[in-house]
């Protein structure tokens, strides 16, 4: 009898770990996330798959918990996505940033390193390492400068990780992950920000979108692309880092521009600037060279910049109709 394969996600909760762990199923995974203690569990992006998957209680900031939790479930593979992941926090709580994202890295790799050094570790570090860009487009071998608390702690996590597969031995593997998106993106961040907008002020029930630079050119990829890529790491040969990115930037405007003439709406009667949303540093520009993930572990991304908005806009119109047909005296627009 062969055994499954099994694996270990911290953040499974957020967007990449839904993505993760559908993926991980599907291939025959034994999938475990580990899930920091709540008075109220919110399990939201997993309800689909909650029958399928065993959760654990765990926190990056308890080495205790960690080790306990690598003996118990004896994973293959750990995925390390958990991490306090919007830059404007970080700015507000960089110390608590740093603890989450560059320590709890180390704990995690300690645990790793005592429990089973055979176990493949994958650590999501990401663009914003890159920062005030030294070249164009990014590769792995781009200086880093990273613009806020978020980027700085990610600078720590990633050379953490190189240095316990150089001095450990560990199959330790950095996804310089750029930005990635989905529906399942929190509201918070820019895209599902203006998606999620787009719907509700087609539906009527919100006028103004309420937004901070809109010359910012990022790289914005599809987070189900970008998971795939995660586990084809870890399935190499020899443990690496490898940037994941589509190549192509646009800016916010562009983003908006997409998404409300994909409902026939005119954005210029819709978004206004507000100050509270620049950031003290923001990252003007990046944008990555992934060639080495397509010729090392064969990586591409699937789905497209304009195929990405229409996901994310019709995701968020369906929503928003569901939500609306149960409250039917709120809708009053377009339906
Ligand atoms: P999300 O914000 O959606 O998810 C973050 C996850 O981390 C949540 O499950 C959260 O749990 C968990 N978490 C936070 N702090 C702790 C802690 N102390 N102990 C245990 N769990 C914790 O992020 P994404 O899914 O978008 O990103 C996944 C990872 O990839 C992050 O590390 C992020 O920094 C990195 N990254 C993301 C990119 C992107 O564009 N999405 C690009 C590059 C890197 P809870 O539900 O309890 O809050
Ligand atoms: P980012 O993503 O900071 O790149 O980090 P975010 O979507 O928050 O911002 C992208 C750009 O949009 C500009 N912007 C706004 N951003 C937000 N959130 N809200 C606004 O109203 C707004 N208006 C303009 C920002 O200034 C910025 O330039 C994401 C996270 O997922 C990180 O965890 C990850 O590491 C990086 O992507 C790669």
Redesign the pocket.
């Known amino acids: 009898m062969t055994t499954k394969p099994s694996a270990l996600i ?8 839904a993505y993760l762990t559908q993926f991980l199923l599907d291939q025959g995974y034994e999938v475990h996330g ?3 203690r ?1 008075s109220l569990e ?1 399990f939201d992006r997993l309800t689909h798959l909650r029958d399928q998957i065993e959760l654990h209680q ?4 308890d080495q205790l918990s960690l080790i306990r939790l690598l003996e118990r479930v004896q994973p293959d593979e750990v995925y390390n ?6 830059v404007p926090t970080s700015f507000e709580q960089p110390l608590l940033t740093g603890e ?2 560059a320590l ?1 890295v180390t704990r995690m790799l300690e645990a790793v390193r005592l429990v089973d050094t055979s176990i493949r570790f994958y650590q ?4 914003e390492m890159f920062g005030h860009v030294r070249e164009e487009p990014q590769t792995e071998k781009t200086p880093f400068w990273p613009r806020s608390p978020y980027g700085a702690a ?1 600078v720590y996590g990633h050379w953490i990780t190189i240095n316990y597969r150089e001095s450990y031995d560990l199959f330790a593997c950095n996804g310089i ?5 989905s529906p399942l993106r ?1 509201k918070e961040f820019v895209t599902r920000k203006i998606t999620d907008a787009v719907a509700r002020i087609y539906y009527g029930i919100q006028d103004k979108l309420m937004l901070g630079n809109l010359d910012a050119q990022r790289d914005w990829g599809f ?1 189900g692309d970008y998971v795939r890529a995660m586990w084809m790491m870890l399935q190499h040969d020899t443990p690496d880092d490898y940037v994941v990115a589509t190549g192509e930037k646009h800016t916010v405007r562009e983003f908006v521009q997409h998404a409300f003439e994909h409902v026939n709406l005119k954005w210029e009667n819709h978004v206004e600037i507000d100050p509270a949303f620049f950031r003290p540093a923001d990252v003007n520009t990046l944008c990555g060279d992934a060639t080495k993930a397509r010729e090392t572990i064969n990586w591409e991304p699937e789905v497209s910049f304009a195929g990405l908005v229409t996901m994310m806009v019709d995701a968020d119109l369906k929503r928003v109709e569901d939500e609306l047909s149960k409250t039917p005296a709120k809708k009053n627009k377009a339906g």
């Open positions: 911290t953040g499974i909760t957020g967007q990449d770990g580990m899930v920091r709540s919110k765990g926190d990056l900031l996505l958990a991490a306090q992941s919007f989450f994202n709890g999501a570090s990401s663009s990610k992950l750029f930005n990635h998106e929190g987070s």
